[in-house]
């Protein structure tokens, strides 16, 4: 890109080989031809002929790394305006599945022809599979870890519900050297069996167009939750509407076709819902993900959110669950959610089960997301 082109000619040199085919494949995107006809520069944009982007495909797989040939088809997809190829099921065969191909996708689906839904499927499939495999079992064990020391906090009411090697541990500090022995000033018991559900998890989900890669991690995300027996997990998309996906948790694919990503925002409508399916407030916790741009009742929705706290609900705002840091979000709203006691945050998909094990047991969400997540 610096001495492709004209800036070639100061140097007296002229890239051949494979060095042409890579600056050819940049420029098409980013070059000053890139943004379509009729721009002056040497013009190797992709146009909208769909042969010249499946080879344009293929030359970028050949020549760049998987994450970097991600970022490529995305600037492609945006910068020449190349959504209506994705509806080519031979496009969508040679294209490199990820987070933003599959919520571009997620917005084309009611308009998806049938002979191309299948291979979008096989793309939405194949990253949600890829997520799953990364964070499933960080996931449960994190939330198995939160929930036996949640459950070894309650004190023992037998004897036989001592744990007493924890109990010498944690009481170290109260030896006492002349009778050589630890005065226990906390019993700390065993965690219980779990056979019934521990915890309700309910993730709120804004499925704005700005939400996408969001949508999709939470998506998967809750999928995994859905798996454990230990909680009783709900999924609640919206925009300004509300559709309850519960009953799609078990397949993701199947839940994230069940979204509509775009149009406006209500978040009080999605959390007068979410209330209604709370029945045990102090062993809920409610995941809010949203860029908080209200197209309801603020005045409402903040009400609403002070009355589930003094309830017992533990509610957390995130502003993006994606990878990509310094969302664009409502501010204002955000500091309103953090006077009322929830802290509103960015969260990449890998801190999420440790932000789960953190609001399970109950510690300080604001010094977790300090902590563990300070983009915001």
Known sequence: MVLGGEAAASTGAALTGDDAKMDTALEAVYGTGGRGAGRRGRGAGLGASAPQVAR???????????????????????RLDLTRLLLEPEMLEAVEPDVHLVGTLLSLNQVLPERARESARAVVRAVAGRLEERL?????????????????????????????????????????????????????????????????????????????????????LG?????????????????????????????????????????????????????????????????????????????????RVAAMTAAGTRIVALTALSDEGAPAFDHANAAALTSLGVPAFACT???????????IEGRDLTEWSERAAPAR
């Not at 029945?279 to 741009?293: A, G, N």
């Not at 998909?349 to 609001?359: N, T």
Request: overall charge positive; proline content about 4%.
């Open 136 to 220: 499933a079992r960080r996931m449960r064990s994190a939330v198995d870890g939160a929930l036996d020391r949640s459950a070894r906090r309650h004190r023992p009411r037998r004897v036989s519900e001592v744990d007493w090697h924890r109990t010498i541990r944690t009481n170290l500090r109260h030896y006492v050297p002349a009778r050589r022995t630890v005065v226990p000033h906390h019993l700390v018991g065993y965690a219980r069996r779990r056979r019934t559900v521990e915890r309700d998890i309910v993730l709120c989900v804004d499925q704005s167009g700005s939400m996408a890669a969001s949508v999709v991690h939470a998506g998967v």
């Open 223 to 303: 999928s995994v939750l859905a798996s454990m027996p230990t909680l009783r997990t709900s999924l609640v998309a919206f925009d300004t509407s509300v559709v309850d996906l519960t009953d799609r948790l078990r397949d993701p694919v199947e839940l994230l076709f069940g979204t509509q990503l775009g149009g406006g925002t209500d978040i009080n409508r999605a959390l007068a819902y979410c209330e209604r399916l709370i029945t045990r407030p102090r062993e809920t916790v409610l995941v809010l993900i949203s860029d908080l741009y209200e197209g309801g009742s603020r005045a409402e929705m903040l009400k």
């Open 349 to 359: 998909p890998d801190a999420f089960p440790d932000l789960m094990a953190a609001a």
């Open 56 to 78: 344009w495909l293929g030359d970028i797989r050949a020549f760049f790394p998987s994450t970097v040939v991600q970022i490529m088809q995305k600037d492609a997809i945006e």
